[in-house]
């Protein structure tokens, strides 16, 4: 089935820890996005890949890091975790080429918890 | 300050009934608007959206309506089901920039 896988599903992880989440999408769209959710903030944008080879900031980039060697994955990185990062990620992934480049399709979210 | 706002974190409706959902912006360049719908324990899913050359998109149940000289859009689900009960997001773009979420707004479609 197509669409966007993430792992791990939830994680517990201990301050001053790296952590990479996963996730890779077999759509093949271009464009690819991390956002996480906090309780009344909504979905908050962290970094960004127009394409493969390329990244971008977002509205909250600072202490995490991506990178985007190839079209399907787009790990993100906690390089040391602080529990500030507790939150819900989602990757999301679209097509920037195509009639709906603007819908976004979501994997089903990690769960961090930073103690 | 948020540049997309959804101020009633809750909604309850009566099965059968209209769902008013809505969502208010403060960016005037914003020109193209989305609704998210999310179940618990799932990612956000596409449900309909709108440009801002046009004022109202319906696609079944769901209308969206956009009122550009208020900056404000609703989204209308009529009727109203027990497995629209979700969390709701709005969100905005100007000019293919990166969209912006509002906070979203729990529904709750009570039998």
């Known amino acids: 089935i197509a669409g966007i896988t993430q792992a791990p599903t939830s994680q517990i992880l201990a301050a001053g820890r790296r952590m990479t989440l996963r996730c890779t999408q077999d759509?093949?769209?271009?464009?690819m996005y991390w956002y996480r959710q906090d309780l009344g903030l909504g979905l908050r944008l962290i970094h960004y890949?127009?394409?493969?080879?390329?990244?971008g900031k977002g509205e909250v980039p600072d202490g995490y890091s991506v990178s985007r060697a190839n079209t399907d994955d787009f790990p993100l990185t906690l390089a040391s975790a602080v529990p500030s990062q507790t939150s819900v990620y989602f990757c999301?992934?679209?097509?920037?080429?195509?009639?709906?480049?603007?819908?976004?399709?979501f994997g089903p979210g990690t769960r961090l918890t930073v103690l | 300050d948020q540049q997309v706002k959804q101020n009633s974190p809750s909604l309850s409706v009566q099965e059968g009934r209209i769902s008013i959902l809505n969502c208010d912006y403060t960016?005037?360049?914003?020109?193209?608007f989305l609704w998210y719908k999310k179940y618990p324990a799932e990612g956000p899913t596409f449900l309909i959206s709108?440009?801002?050359?046009?004022d109202k998109n319906e696609d079944g149940r769901f209308t969206v309506f956009l009122n550009k000289s208020a900056k404000h859009l609703s989204l209308h689900i009529v009727p109203s089901q027990p497995g629209d009960s979700a969390v709701y997001f709005c969100?905005?773009?100007?000019?293919?920039?990166?969209?912006?979420f509002g906070p979203g707004t729990r529904l709750s479609v009570l039998p």
């Open positions: 999301a992934s679209s097509d920037l080429r195509g009639a709906k480049y603007n819908e976004q399709f």
């Open positions: 759509m093949r769209h271009n464009a």
């Open positions: 890949s127009n394409t493969a080879g390329t990244t």
């Open positions: 960016n005037s360049m914003f020109d193209y």
């Open positions: 709108i440009s801002s050359i046009k």
């Open positions: 969100a905005a773009s100007a000019r293919g920039q990166n969209f912006v």
